[in-house]
């Protein structure tokens, strides 16, 4: 049984959806969850020759605005006597999760699989396909909807 | 915790006079809300959505629909709300007010900061912190867990240091919960499966199924076998997994397979519950 679970979480935290699966599991066990989120590498906006929008900026914008969400989401955690920790990327979910998780040492990765529509759906594979491919940890995938609550 | 960090902003402040039917209206648009209801600028009462259905015509009358607005419309606030209502300041516990709710029977109290109403708290409200006090105090466990084994043995990456039994055996040990070890047999009859005889196959299929079944719980320690259910289905994997995980009535479906194989992706895709895939 594990005890040390990486929570990957996403930018409109849709992927809340499995902490409470999460909670379930490692409560019992008083477990160490560390919460990801993985958001796409800032841009530059430029209007002609002039500069709106730095990407640090964008991405320091970005942080601040998943970090109000994402204490919430720890709190609550911590609140069911979890060890908590959380942190925001920017990069690939795919590639980033699996190298959270191995330098944090986790021995399981949550998260909730969001499937792609109309024809993205046969161009890209989602990241819960290619977490589950790539990673030798145990996965625990939960849907965005139409699934029973925690 | 003390009521002001529970409790809600009102759906607002409605006058006694007014039609019973225009609150009610405010209220459907407010889920689990209530209304204080004031009488020339004093607290009067509070109603809440079953008060005002409470007052309205029984479900089973004589009245047409038609006749019904003409009814209701004659109603006033002041026909359906409860009056002399509970009333706890911001600095009250949730159980001195739940006591004072069960004591008189209302299911809304008002929050009064000195002359001012500051908000309501409701029995639903209330049971919320319930609900969290005992789950503290008792934390949440699976009950029923699934896994689906293959009698094959498995060339995946995870399986060769720790197979989905082991997982969902050390899970079920650690939530005492109980294990369903479903195994979907490819070209078993389906009507040996229901245990039915299927013609000159049957002996050797029911064979099979004895042997499928012996084979399973070999695979688990002695000391948990109390706790686990062999459950052998015929057809199609992915179906058979989903059948069994809502017959069981699984709150977590453990699985092995090739990583990213098609079967582990359909499951995750369609299950009625998350998916460990391991």
Not at chain 2, 126 to 137: A, S
Not at chain 2, 236 to 253: F, K, Q, S, Y
Request: hydrophobic share 45%.
């Amino acid at each position: 049984m594990f005890r040390r679970m990486l929570v990957l979480l996403d930018a409109g935290l849709v992927g809340r959806r499995v902490v409470p699966w999460v909670r379930r599991l490692l409560v019992p066990v008083h477990g160490d969850v560390r919460l990801l989120v993985v958001l796409p590498p800032g841009r530059t906006v430029t209007a002609g020759s002039r500069t709106l929008i730095y990407a640090d900026q964008d991405e320091d914008a970005a942080r601040d605005a998943v970090g109000v969400a994402l204490a919430v989401v720890a709190a609550q955690l911590r609140d069911d006597g979890l060890a908590v920790s959380s942190e925001v990327r920017f990069g690939d979910p795919g590639v980033d999760a699996l190298e959270v998780a191995q330098a944090w040492g986790a021995e399981a990765i949550a998260l909730v699989d969001v499937p792609a529509h109309g024809a993205r759906r046969w161009l890209t594979r989602s990241v819960a396909d290619a977490i589950v491919q790539k990673t030798p940890l145990p996965v625990l995938v939960a849907r965005a909807s139409g699934q029973r609550a925690a | 915790m003390r009521i002001k960090m529970l409790m809600r902003c009102t759906s607002g402040t409605v006058e006694a006079r007014e039609s019973l039917a225009a609150a009610s209206m405010r209220l459907a648009s407010d889920s689990g809300g209530c209304l204080v209801v004031t009488d020339g600028g004093r607290l009067a009462g509070v109603l809440t959505p079953a008060d005002a259905r409470a007052a309205g015509p029984s479900t089973v009358p004589s009245l047409a629909v038609h006749e019904w607005p003409a009814f209701t419309s004659r109603l006033t606030v002041a026909d359906a709300m409860r009056r002399d209502p509970v009333v706890v300041p911001p600095d009250a516990t949730p159980g001195d007010a739940a006591h004072a709710l069960r004591t008189r029977g209302h299911r809304a109290a008002v929050v009064v900061d000195g002359s001012e109403v500051v908000g309501v708290v409701t029995t639903t409200d209330l049971l919320g912190t319930l609900v969290q006090r005992l789950e503290r105090e008792t934390p949440p466990r699976l009950s029923r867990l699934l896994v689906a084994v293959s009698l094959v043995a498995s060339t995946s990456r995870r399986c060769r240091s720790r197979t989905p039994l082991d997982l969902a055996l050390g899970i079920a040990r650690r939530h005492r919960a109980t294990l369903t070890l479903l195994h979907v047999m490819r070209g078993l009859s389906l009507r040996v499966a229901e245990g039915l005889p299927a013609g000159v196959d049957a002996d050797v299929q029911r064979w099979r199924l004895a042997e499928v079944r012996a084979a399973l719980i070999r695979r688990v320690p002695p000391e948990d076998r109390s706790v686990v259910r062999v459950d052998v289905r015929a057809g199609d994997v992915v179906e058979g997994v989903l059948n069994g995980a809502a017959t069981a009535g699984a709150e977590l479906i453990v699985m092995g397979g090739r990583p990213g194989a098609s079967l582990v992706r359909e499951t995750m895709r369609r299950a009625p519950c998350p998916v460990l895939a391991a």
